[in-house]
């Protein structure tokens, strides 16, 4: 069975707006402008499509929708344990939320840190904002991924549990209203993306593991 088209962590702000969009136009149309707006707004937001996941096991998809940010070698200690490579997403409000597995594994590794609200495009949010972490170990590779929340975003939904083993393409979290999602990859990996590529969440190859 399919899933919906719109993901069940919006039904209440779309059905909420629906109400007041309904009550506010038997008043008058004028007054159900805004509140109509919002609710569109919502559904583009809240959307959840369907993805085929291309490529191989090796392959790395993206974890979001989205523009790289950028694209480093940094030292990775929470799960990686050394350097990796860095790949650093920004979701704008019209990007899709929801967050794809980048490779297939257990999960090994989940923690949550509180933090500030900078906006999702500065550098610097994936060390001082509050945000998530989901470490996977594919069986050869341990793969970190992180969901930083921005100056709208203040709701980060991760899902999955320390021992559950999900697929590439499966979804694991959403970030309400603008954020930005980071992957660490093992040394050696191949990256296939560079600043200012748009990208799209289980679609994009970003990336290739190493062998």
Request: net charge positive.
């Amino acid at each position: 069975m399919n899933r919906p088209i719109i993901a069940r962590e919006g039904w209440a702000f779309i059905a909420f707006l629906a109400v007041v969009t309904a009550v506010a136009g038997v008043v008058h149309w004028l007054l159900a402008l805004l509140p109509g707006i919002l609710l569109a707004l919502c559904l583009w937001f809240f959307r959840d499509p369907e993805r085929t996941v291309p490529g191989s096991e090796s392959d790395v998809v993206s974890p979001a929708d989205g523009r790289v940010m950028f694209v480093r070698e940094v030292e990775e200690p929470r799960f990686l344990g050394g350097k990796a490579v860095m790949v650093s997403i920004f979701l704008s409000v019209f990007d899709v939320h929801i967050n794809r597995m980048p490779v297939g594994g257990t999960i090994a590794y989940r923690d949550y840190v509180k933090g500030q609200f900078l906006a999702a495009w500065d550098e610097t949010v994936g060390e001082v904002n509050e945000r998530s972490y989901l470490g996977v170990n594919t069986g050869r590779h341990k793969v970190l991924i992180s969901q930083v929340a921005g100056l709208i975003a203040r709701r980060i939904l991760l899902w999955p549990v320390v021992g559950e083993k999900l697929a590439r393409g499966d979804r694991f979290g959403l970030i309400r209203f603008g954020s930005c999602t980071q992957i660490w990859l093992p040394m050696g990996s191949t990256v296939l993306v560079k600043p200012g590529d748009r990208v799209k969440g289980a679609v994009t190859l970003i990336g290739r593991l190493p062998k």
